[in-house]
T-cell receptor, first 111, second 117 residues
Framework: GDSVTQMEGPVTLSEEAFLTINCTYT??????LFWYVQYPGEGLQLLLK?????DKGSNKGFEATYRKETTSFHLEKGSVQVSDSAVYFC??????????FGTGTSLTVIP | GAVVSQHPSWVICKSGTSVKIECRSL??????MFWYRQFPKQSLMLMAT?????????EQGVEKDKFLINHASLTLSTLTVTSAHPEDSSFYIC?????????????FGPGTRLTVL
């Protein structure tokens, strides 16, 4: 069945450091891939998405490229800020009904 | 963009009582709504999917008599936790998709934290 695997956290970085959160997936066909962010005490917010191979999703300085050959969708940001501290979830969906989420990666950015 | 709200944002109740959580789509018609449960430091677990005007479809292991879901209109779905017990304490998140939204996206509410004493 379909599944998503993300790197375990927690991740702690200094402000302005480079961020990578790995995400790989197992799926039949060609799902859409998503990164969601959850700030403390809040629900999930869509951070970025990609709907086909080689697409790059980007938002707020975050980027992720849909790599079919490596079944990956790694999240990157060149210079993190304290306000980026949150939990990040990688997810896939074929139709928008069934979403498969990774276990989440907690990021803490220290000044 | 598509906005989903939940009410209440948090609730504390006594064991044995029932609690109702509302999920509303504010600027689109939600033909499908989803209810998730999230345990501390864990991912979201899909509990059920509901389509407007029909019975909810529950995921395996979710008690339909305990978690009553009603999707009576295109903008409102409710989750009622009946005879709540401390083990039902959790963060409940709804999401929705429908007319006017991107076909493969779900839009999430801010969540409701339920604490059962």
């Amino acid at each position: 069945g379909d599944s998503v695997t993300q790197m375990e956290g927690p991740v702690t970085l200094s402000e302005e450091a480079f961020l990578t959160i790995n995400c790989t997936y197992t799926a039949t066909g060609y799902p859409s891939l998503f990164w969601y962010v959850q700030y403390p005490g809040e629900g999930l917010q869509l951070l970025l998405k990609a709907t086909k191979a080689d697409d790059k999703g980007s938002n707020k300085g975050f980027e992720a490229t849909y790599r079919k050959e490596t079944t990956s969708f790694h999240l990157e940001k060149g210079s993190v800020q304290v306000s980026d501290s949150a939990v990040y979830f990688c997810a896939l969906s074929h139709t928008g009904n069934q979403f498969y989420f990774g276990t989440g990666t907690s990021l803490t950015v220290i000044p | 963009g598509a906005v989903v709200s939940q009410h209440p944002s948090w609730v504390i109740c006594k064991s044995g009582t029932s609690v109702k959580i509302e999920c509303r789509s504010l600027d689109f018609q939600a033909t499908t709504m989803f209810w998730y449960r999230q345990f501390p430091k864990q991912s979201l677990m899909l509990m059920a999917t509901s389509n407007e005007g029909s019975k909810a479809t529950y995921e395996q292991g979710v008690e339909k008599d305990k978690f009553l879901i009603n999707h009576a209109s295109l903008t409102l779905s409710t989750l009622t936790v009946t005879s709540a017990h401390p083990e039902d304490s959790s963060f409940y998140i709804c999401s929705a998709r429908g007319r006017g939204t991107t076909y493969n996206e779900q839009f999430f509410g801010p969540g409701t934290r339920l604490t059962v004493l």
